[in-house]
């Protein structure tokens, strides 16, 4: 019942709405900006630095995750970054996001890579949850900083 597959440009559309749907689930959708030609442009143009896996239950896709290369200068190797997981509610606990962590993992070992790295809203108790049962460990001695396009300088 679960597949999961490398999405394509035809899937843009499906992207776009799993981003929407997260932003909503995390109460977060006045900031998305992105369009379908956006989408479009920063997965599958010329040199994409960011990629997508979508999880089926059967024929429908029902959640994706979105991911990129980061390096670790420690390790001396490329790592992935998981940017966004979702699972549509309805398809929940039925081993999707389970599903798409794996697959990351798998694409991890067989490029060789050191980590696979998250962050989660500190709100979210079930996927905090739920990534604890999976042997992820926080990294609580960091502290996340960032510096937006209206502050670059």
């Given at each position: 019942m679960i597949n999961i597959q490398k999405a394509t440009i035809v899937d843009a559309p499906v992207i776009l709405e799993f981003i929407k749907k997260l932003a909503i689930y995390e109460k977060l959708e006045h900031q998305v900006s992105a369009d379908l030609e956006s989408i479009k442009n920063s997965f599958f143009g010329t040199n994409p630095r960011v990629f997508c896996l979508l999880a089926y239950w059967d024929s429908v896709p029902v959640g994706f995750a979105v991911y990129f290369y980061n390096y670790s200068t420690f390790l001396a190797k490329h790592g992935?970054?998981?940017?966004?997981?979702?699972?549509?509610?309805?398809?929940?606990?039925?081993?999707?996001?389970?599903?798409?962590?794996?697959?990351?993992?798998?694409?991890?070992?067989?490029?060789?890579?050191?980590?696979?790295?998250?962050?989660?809203?500190?709100?979210?108790?079930?996927?905090?949850?739920?990534?604890?049962?999976?042997?992820?460990?926080?990294?609580?001695?960091?502290?996340?900083?960032?510096i937006t396009e209206e502050d670059f300088f």
């Amino acid at each position: 019942m679960i597949n999961i597959q490398k999405a394509t440009i035809v899937d843009a559309p499906v992207i776009l709405e799993f981003i929407k749907k997260l932003a909503i689930y995390e109460k977060l959708e006045h900031q998305v900006s992105a369009d379908l030609e956006s989408i479009k442009n920063s997965f599958f143009g010329t040199n994409p630095r960011v990629f997508c896996l979508l999880a089926y239950w059967d024929s429908v896709p029902v959640g994706f995750a979105v991911y990129f290369y980061n390096y670790s200068t420690f390790l001396a190797k490329h790592g992935l970054y998981l940017e966004d997981l979702f699972v549509d509610p309805d398809y929940r606990s039925k081993g999707l996001g389970k599903a798409l962590l794996r697959a990351l993992v798998q694409i991890a070992k067989d490029e060789n890579l050191g980590r696979v790295e998250w962050s989660v809203l500190d709100w979210n108790t079930p996927a905090i949850d739920f990534y604890k049962s999976l042997r992820a460990r926080a990294m609580d001695e960091w502290t996340v900083y960032r510096i937006t396009e209206e502050d670059f300088f």
